[in-house]
């Protein structure tokens, strides 16, 4: 055998590992997108992002005067040493209340379809208020918010410089709008996925690509595509199978809550998977402590897949590359309270 006709083998040989890479880079950029500047304003609807809108929501995230108790702020669920989640499975509000569902991530949040699990509110500045206003989370009431931020002259200079046109800035609605502000910059680019979608054929390992194969091949992504790889859409949680009451409660009956149709019983707003290697447990009641217990209860429940051990760990070791630059965030000190500012209750 000729060494001409060796090098002509072996070349045609490595051919399909050079294809392979670019045929899974394409299909992945088909399903998936990497995240960039105009995504995220994109994103943002009746909303003008300014510095000082941004600065004045971050600090309102990390104010637990917002609360009735003043225990509790949006960072005590939404922790971004955390992965933008609570450390429990679910979070523990006013009173020692248990929430009934775990508190979804606040990072890259910008891009999901809807927000909440059930998806009862369309955009962030409308989840705001949400939380601060439920008796299980800060239990607190607009009013009590205004007359809160009405009463610290810093915060009122502020809103004045971030809603310049308005009579009375420190409102609830405007309150709801610098918070989104402030969480649209909660974003994680450059994961090493976001780099093997953009063309790096090294960013990913041999077993990050076979486990990004199988995630395409299985079905995962006909749930969790997009550029937050879910978060874009709503699905039925046990298509083949219902999981135990455990995890999937008889009681909750998901988006059906919302929209009152039987169909959407069990429906929930399927969860983006950026930065899912941080934030363990999983599912909205958060009784899965491992990704790899989460696959394979995915791939069973909900595509009817036994997967083995290797498809398992491959899957795993994908879902590890969508971690990115976590937001690199000052831990603000907050304007001093006054004399008319509401005690804790």
Not at 17 to 43: E, M
Not at 65 to 84: A, K, V
Not at 246 to 272: H, W
Not at 283 to 288: I, S
């Amino acid at each position: 055998m000729s060494r001409s006709f060796i090098a002509s083998l072996s070349a045609m040989l490595a051919l399909p590992l050079t294809a392979l890479a670019g045929d899974l880079r394409q299909d992945a950029n088909a399903v998936f997108a990497p995240i960039t500047p105009a995504a995220v304003s994109g994103a943002v609807k009746n909303n003008e992002l300014t510095p000082a809108k941004i600065e004045l929501g971050r600090e309102l995230f990390f104010d637990p005067r917002i609360s009735r108790s003043q225990i509790i702020s949006c960072n005590s669920c939404h922790n971004l040493s955390l992965g933008g989640v609570d450390a429990g499975s679910t979070s523990i509000g006013h009173g020692w209340q248990k929430g009934p569902r775990r508190a979804p991530t606040v990072l890259n949040a910008v891009f999901n379809v809807a927000q909440f699990w059930d998806g009862r509110a369309e955009d962030l500045k409308t989840q705001a208020k949400g939380p601060v206003q439920a008796g299980v989370e800060m239990n607190n009431t607009p009013a009590n918010v205004e007359k809160t931020l009405n009463s610290i002259p810093d915060y009122v200079t502020q809103f004045k410089k971030a809603f310049p046109s308005d009579a009375q800035p420190a409102n609830f609605d405007n309150f709801a709008k610098a918070i989104e502000a402030f969480e649209t910059t909660l974003i994680t680019p450059n994961s090493r996925f976001d780099k093997f979608l953009t063309g790096n054929d090294t960013a990913l390992d041999g077993a990050e690509k076979k486990g990004l194969r199988l995630f395409l091949d299985k079905g995962c992504a006909s749930c969790h595509g997009g550029i937050n790889i879910g978060g874009n859409g709503y699905f039925p949680f046990g298509v083949v199978q219902k999981p135990g009451a455990d995890i999937l409660p008889v009681a909750d009956k998901g988006r059906q809550a919302v929209t009152k149709s039987a169909s959407d019983e069990f429906v929930f707003r399927s969860a983006p998977l950026r930065n899912v290697a941080l934030r363990a447990p999983y599912f909205h009641t958060g009784q899965v402590w491992t990704l790899e217990e989460a696959v394979a209860l995915m791939a069973a429940d909900q595509l009817g897949v036994t997967l083995t051990a290797d498809e398992t760990a491959a899957i795993v070791a994908f879902l590890g590359s969508l971690t990115g630059e976590q937001p690199r965030v000052e831990y603000p000190v907050l304007p001093a309270r006054t004399k008319d500012t509401p005690r804790p209750q």
